[in-house]
Nanobody
């Protein structure tokens, strides 16, 4: 069993930056995929970035070029560097993990992940 704990959320003005962290503990896997999702009030959970242990990354169009996902395997921590933040980035941000990697492109879908953190709130003011 893996536990995920997010941190780093907060309030920032438009154009600012934040770095989210997601610390993993418990079981370990030789290959896995981790992702960041976000959910704004009244909206569905949106996948925004994914990385696997091969270092392959995928981004949604809404964050491509502004956000960067990375993993520090030694610290078992996932990061999301968020730059040029916009008010529409305001949401609860969640990290997720799934053992294994996909050899074909799959959507950034929450249905593909079984382990989730509790979330961290990001608020961007204009």
């Amino acid at each position: 069993q893996v536990q995920l704990v997010e941190s780093g959320g907060g309030s920032v003005q438009a154009g600012g930056s934040l770095r989210l962290s997601c610390a993993a503990s418990g079981s370990s896997y030789s290959a896995y995929t981790m992702a960041w999702f976000r959910q704004a009030p009244g909206k569905e959970r949106e996948g925004i970035a994914r990385i696997d242990t091969n270092g392959r990354t995928t981004y949604s169009e809404s964050v491509k070029g502004r956000f960067t996902i990375s993993i520090d395997n030694a610290k078992a921590t996932l990061y999301l560097q968020m730059n040029s933040l916009k008010p529409e980035d305001t949401a609860m941000y969640y990290c997720a993990l799934e053992p294994g990697i996909w050899v074909v492109d799959v959507p950034l879908s929450s249905a593909l992940y079984n382990t989730w953190g509790q979330g961290t709130q990001v608020t961007v003011s204009s």
